[in-house]
């Protein structure tokens, strides 16, 4: 049976009250992505500084529903965001798939990120990465992303990058905001990668901070904040017990459905999620130079908005499925069809 509270990395809170909405201001010292960074925002940068161009990266997307379709009919990219059209591969018929490309080797110290995503009414997108993203490593002030996703009445939105990479010494904020009609439904991921693994780093990273709010009609319903700062002083380690514990990777994945039922689609997420790790388990049995061991659950989210699935191993590749796993069984349960193909891979 799935729980009805989080565990593990991070916070997760339910809140009656609105949040104090982001600051539009340009002094960077008032828009932090965490209390932690604002040292870091104090340290002015050589050459091309925060707001110069090519580090103030925007992209907006707009989709809505025309006839049995969906199309693409709004799209912004300044670097280092590139879009080059549309795929139409989703299972779903009215479905359309975009992937966001980057010329940029990664995100740099300075660099600030805008991304707005709107579905309309009735809508299905998907928006993913064509690569992971790359956070390098950094001397001076921080790199942040911000990133608004809206979906309308009975739409659907899934929002599920490539995994991000954390090099050493690289300090990241990433903001993200749902706003869901009550009808709508949207699936939102990340998978934190704490260095290049086959290289030997592991929390080599200086601090990474996410938070992710989501609200509809104007109430928040869930707040989940997470904070990794390996060797600071401020708080625990990643690798501390409640942590990551003897994990490397992160994986988180926002299934949300405000109409739902959301205890039975825990209920059949966790067994989902439970059920492919005994799978991966027989495999590495059959091949021991494999170690897909993964471990994942799903829980309640607050106010009734929907399931969080988190899971922990030690690769991307591992977590990665497995969360695909519990995205495949929630979009067989909203529509009959399952989660789009990694066309990546």
């Not at 030997?200 to 938070?211: H, K, L, Q, V």
């Amino acid at each position: 049976m799935a729980t009805d509270s989080a565990s593990g990395p991070g916070e997760l809170t339910a809140q009656t009250e609105e949040s104090t909405d982001r600051s539009d201001s340009t002094d960077d010292t008032t828009d932090l992505p965490d209390p932690a960074f604002a040292a870091y925002a104090e340290e002015s940068l050589p050459g091309a500084g925060v707001g110069a161009a090519g580090k103030d990266g925007r992209l907006e997307l707009a989709f809505a529903r025309d006839g049995t379709e969906t199309r693409l009919v709004r799209d912004l990219a300044r670097t280092p965001f590139h879009v080059s059209g549309t795929l139409g591969h989703d299972p779903h018929p009215a479905g359309e798939t975009v992937y966001v490309q980057s010329p940029a080797g990664g995100v740099a110290q300075g660099d600030r990120h805008d991304i707005s995503v709107t579905v309309g009414p009735d809508a299905v997108a998907h928006v993913t990465t064509s690569s992971s993203t790359k956070v390098l490593s950094m001397e001076r002030n921080y790199a942040a992303s911000d990133v608004a996703l809206a979906v309308g009445s009975g739409g659907h939105l899934d929002y599920v990058p490539a995994p991000t990479i954390l090099h050493p010494d690289a300090r990241f904020g990433q903001a993200t905001t749902v706003d869901l009609a009550p009808d709508a439904t949207a699936v939102v991921g990340e998978v934190v990668v704490p260095g290049r693994l086959a290289r030997g780093e592991r929390f080599d990273f200086e601090r990474y901070a996410s938070t992710c709010e989501v609200r509809s009609e104007g109430e928040l319903l869930v707040a989940d904040a997470t904070h990794l700062a390996p060797g600071a002083d401020d708080g625990p380690g990643p690798a501390a017990p409640g942590m990551l514990g003897e994990f490397a990777v992160l994986g988180t994945l926002y299934l949300l459905a405000p109409a739902a039922d959301a205890a039975a689609l825990a209920d059949r997420l966790h067994e989902a999620v439970v059920a492919d790790g005994a799978t991966a388990r027989d495999a590495a049995a059959a091949d021991r130079d494999t170690d897909p061991e993964v471990t994942a659950g799903a829980t309640r989210l607050p106010n009734g908005a929907g399931v969080l699935v988190r899971a922990l191993g030690h690769r991307a590749d591992p977590v990665t499925d497995r969360l695909h796993t519990a995205w495949d069984s929630a979009r067989e349960d909203w529509f009959g069809v399952g989660a789009p193909a990694d066309r990546r891979q």
